[in-house]
């Protein structure tokens, strides 16, 4: 079955940086484009990133455009979310999911966009 397990997260001081780790199964990851979403407290899970399979085209949210870099290694089954800059408001529980196509498009910042994703790992920034 499908199946994401994302690692990475922590609990770090204002403008330090973590890399987020997405390992998937279960399906050809490859075929998919896969997005980086997050659930602050108190507030709805939101995508902030998309990855495409196969053209590499990247969408960021503007809250971490500049500051987020997301990467994939197909080969690896692994898609990356290297974190640079972190603010208190990134503060959340950070999820990767599988999104409903090949390419990413403008939806990516809505669940609905995505059928499967993983646990999620905690990342805290705070001084």
């Known amino acids: 079955q499908v199946q994401f397990v994302e690692s990475g997260g922590g609990s770090v001081q204002p403008g330090e940086s973590l890399r987020l780790s997405c390992t998937a199964s279960?399906?050809?990851?490859?075929?998919?484009?896969i997005g980086w979403l997050r659930q602050a407290p108190g507030k709805e899970r939101e995508g902030i990133s998309c990855i495409s399979a196969r053209d590499g085209n990247i969408h960021y949210a503007d809250s971490v455009k500049g500051r987020f870099t997301a990467s994939r290694d197909d080969a690896k089954k692994t898609v990356y979310l290297q974190m640079n800059s972190l603010k208190p408001e990134d503060t959340a529980v950070y999820y990767c999911?599988?999104?409903?196509?090949?390419?990413?498009?403008?939806?990516?910042?809505?669940?609905?966009?995505?059928?499967?994703w993983g646990q999620g790992t905690q990342v805290t920034v705070s001084s």
């Open positions: 999911g599988r999104f409903m196509g090949t390419s990413c498009s403008a939806t990516y910042y809505h669940t609905r966009a995505y059928d499967y």
């Open positions: 279960g399906f050809t990851l490859d075929n998919y484009a």
